[in-house]
């Protein structure tokens, strides 16, 4: 058990590691290259907080349908095809053809994930250690956010252009390295969640 939920916290910090590189350079992508206003680009983040809360306020029926991993492992899916398509974008691309729908797959990946990765964290927790493991989930939720979108600022770098190139398009490039690398820590996620739910006996 204690290994089980070792490999969700794991998974937890590769999961923020990669969805709080996407909050921050899709920002970046939809004002710098996209060229919206940032009251525009705020609301262009409904696309993704929408499908968000809709899809978290499904998981309890789903995971009692479904089990709690097979809904996690969708969920990191999900947001995994949402980012591949997102880092596609490039300047001159539409907001509501090749932005939007990636996002909109973000926010419903993100909505399935979150609940599940915390359930993985806490089975198997005796009552008298909740307050611990729960506070272990929430370091490990911010050590991702934070170790995350370090590490994708230093591949945001190591991408600029060598040669010279249209500034727009150069931050372009930089994003979608950037959003490449979000998409590799999801997948990475992924992978340690479906090792976890590889050992767990899902009930009949």
Known sequence: AEGERARAYLARVLFLGGMGGFWFFTTQLLQGVLGLRPALAGLAFLATTVPNSLAALSVPRLTRRHGNSLVLLVGISVASVGLAWL????????????????MLLIGIGQGLSLGPLTVAGMRGVEPRDAGAASGVINA???????????????VFSAAAPSAPMDARNALAQQIGAALSGTMALLALAGVFAAISAGRVKQPA
């Open 140 to 154: 490990a939720h911010q050590l991702g956010l934070s170790l995350g979108l370090a590490l994708l600022v230093v």
């Open 87 to 102: 880092c596609k974008a490039q300047v001159g691309s539409s907001y509501w053809r090749e932005v939007a729908p990636a």
